[in-house]
Structure formats: C-alpha cells, structure tokens
C-alpha cells in the first residue's frame, strides 16, 4: 500500500508546488511594488520588531486565513460557478503568496531561530530544488520562457503600429 500512496504523494506534492510557484512568479513582483511604493514604516517596524515566534504567529495568519480559499474555489467551481471559483482562486491565492512573501522578507532572519521552522523551510526548500531539476519541471520553464518571449514580440508589434499610426496622423 505505501508503494502505492509514494508516487501519489510525490505527484500531489509536485502539483502543489507547481501551482504554487506559478503563482508566485506572479505575486512577488506585486509584492515588491507594493514594498516600494507603500511605506508602512511603523508597520514594518512593529513586524520586524516582533520576537521568533510572535513573528512565526503573524506569518501564520494569512496561511490560516487564506489557504481554505482552495476548497471554497474547487466547490465553487465543481457546482458550476466556474468563473466565480476561478476568480476567488486566483485572488486568494495572489493574497495570500503576496502576504506571505512581504512577511516572509521581515521576518527570514528570526524565523530561521525556530528550529523546527528552519527545518521545515530546508524541507521546503529541498523539495522546490527536487521538482526544479526534474525534467517536467525545465520543459514548463522552456514554455513558459517561449510563451513570455512571444508576448513580448507582439507588444513591440503592436507598440510600432500604435506609433506609425500616430506619426501618420499628424
């Protein structure tokens, strides 16, 4: 039985982290807008100011809060709200990664000092680098990289008409 339940495990992980990093891909450039052009100074110095586990406590919540957002989409979803399920997945999730990515930068360092949390994030880390180095893994980043070139062409198309078509107005 558990030679079955491996591989399974093993393919519902690696779908969780792909969805994950996905995901992320999106939200940390939202995250680092939001540190640039946001700044809650007294917030951040409260946050960074908070001892390990306190820390631990508050990067907790947004992973509390916003995780059962998954189920709530996939009912939404399997009872023919796609849209809607689709839209309260992705708008939970980008929530919760940008929250957690944001908190995450603030706090590294003291919840490194928890044990178990850095043993937890050094499992995480493992498994992130093990789906990165399988070759499912490249071939997505190869598409995706193809997939973010093309659309990059077709701005720049669409850029040079918008501007001959300008130039030839006056």
């Known amino acids: 039985m558990k030679r079955i339940l491996q591989p399974i495990t093993y393919i519902l992980a690696a779908l969780y982290f792909l969805v994950d990093a996905v995901f992320i891909a999106v939200a940390r450039p939202i995250s680092r807008w939001i540190g640039r052009h946001f700044q809650f100074r007294r917030l951040r110095a409260w946050i960074r100011s908070l001892p390990p586990y306190p820390s631990l406590a508050l ?9 059962p957002i998954k189920p709530v989409a996939a009912y939404l979803a399997a ?5 809607s399920g689709a839209a309260t997945f992705i708008v939970g999730e980008l929530l919760k990664l940008v929250l957690v990515e944001r908190l995450f930068h603030l706090t590294r360092d003291k919840l490194m000092r928890i044990p178990a949390f850095a043993w937890a994030y050094g499992k ?15 071939a997505i980043r190869a598409l995706s990289r193809a997939a973010r070139d093309s659309l990059a062409r077709v701005r720049a198309r669409l850029a040079g008409g918008v501007n001959k078509l300008a130039a030839s107005r006056e």
């Open 124 to 138: 995480f880390a493992d498994m992130k680098a093990w789906l990165q180095a399988t070759e499912a893994w490249r």
């Open 79 to 83: 009872t023919g709200q796609f849209v």
């Open 59 to 67: 990067f907790s919540v947004p992973v509390i809060i916003l995780e």
